[in-house]
């Protein structure tokens, strides 16, 4: 069992810039591929990114440019530094600990309870 606990969360004007933070117990994080995913109000849960077991990174078209994913394995923690942000980014954002490199949710075994990201204009 892996538990994924977010946090950084909060409100920042347009063009700011917030890092979230994805602290995992249980089990060391290196050997999962970590995804961030998002939920707008009335939406569905979308990919935002992933990152790799050999730190490879992938990101959707919509945060490319913006966001960066990293890890630090001492600390058993993976990270979404999300620049230029814009009102649209605004969601609940997800982590989630998976054996395989899938931009799919149901590919993701364990998820984190979700951070609150605001974006005014």
């Known amino acids: 069992q892996v538990q994924l606990v977010e946090s950084g969360g909060g409100l920042v004007q347009a063009g700011g810039s917030l890092r979230l933070s994805c602290a995992a117990s249980?089990?060391?994080?290196?050997?999962?591929?970590m995804g961030w995913f998002r939920q707008a109000p009335g939406k569905e849960r979308d990919f935002v990114g992933l990152?790799?077991?050999?730190?490879?990174?992938a990101y959707a078209d919509s945060v490319k440019g913006r966001f960066t994913i990293s890890r630090d394995n001492a600390k058993n923690t993976v990270y979404l530094q999300m620049n230029g942000l814009k009102p649209e980014d605004t969601a609940v954002y997800y982590c989630?600990?998976?054996?395989?490199?899938?931009?799919?949710?149901?590919?993701?075994?364990?998820w984190g309870q979700g951070a609150q990201v605001t974006v005014s204009s």
């Open positions: 249980g089990r060391t994080l290196s050997n999962y591929a």
């Open positions: 990152i790799t077991w050999r730190d490879g990174t």
């Open positions: 989630a600990a998976g054996t395989v490199l899938s931009a799919k949710q149901s590919d993701y075994d364990y």
